[in-house]
């Protein structure tokens, strides 16, 4: 099941970024897995000596560790330019109820 977010997404909201820079992440780990497993998968049926495979799975290994980087140690979701998250039920009231 997806996760559910309580309000209206908004990229701007730090809660909203965080949680979509992981799965983000988790996407990315998900596709290196079935690419590489695949591409060596067939490199040892067919007895192959592809120099690519190793080369592939060395680079893509340093950019996800570059990216889990990012989303977990670097990324700042402080929030201090976005704009609060409002309550939802405060779009329908009128100005001068609010």
């Given at each position: 099941?997806?996760?559910?977010w309580?309000?209206?997404?908004?990229?701007?909201?730090?809660?909203?970024?965080?949680?979509?820079?992981?799965?983000?992440?988790?996407?990315?780990?998900?596709?290196?897995?079935?690419?590489?497993?695949?591409?060596?998968?067939?490199?040892?049926?067919?007895?192959?000596?592809?120099?690519?495979?190793?080369?592939?799975?060395?680079?893509?290994?340093?950019?996800?560790?570059?990216?889990?980087?990012?989303?977990?140690?670097?990324?700042?979701?402080?929030?201090?330019?976005?704009?609060?998250?409002q309550?939802?039920?405060?779009?329908?009231?009128?100005?001068?109820?609010?």
């Amino acid at each position: 099941m997806p996760p559910r977010w309580p309000r209206e997404p908004d990229r701007r909201d730090p809660a909203f970024r965080r949680l979509e820079d992981r799965i983000n992440f988790a996407v990315h780990v998900a596709l290196f897995a079935a690419v590489n497993s695949g591409a060596w998968f067939f490199r040892i049926l067919k007895e192959a000596t592809w120099p690519w495979t190793l080369w592939m799975t060395g680079g893509w290994v340093a950019v996800l560790l570059v990216h889990g980087l990012y989303v977990f140690g670097w990324a700042d979701y402080s929030g201090a330019d976005a704009a609060q998250p409002q309550d939802p039920s405060a779009k329908d009231r009128k100005p001068e109820q609010i």
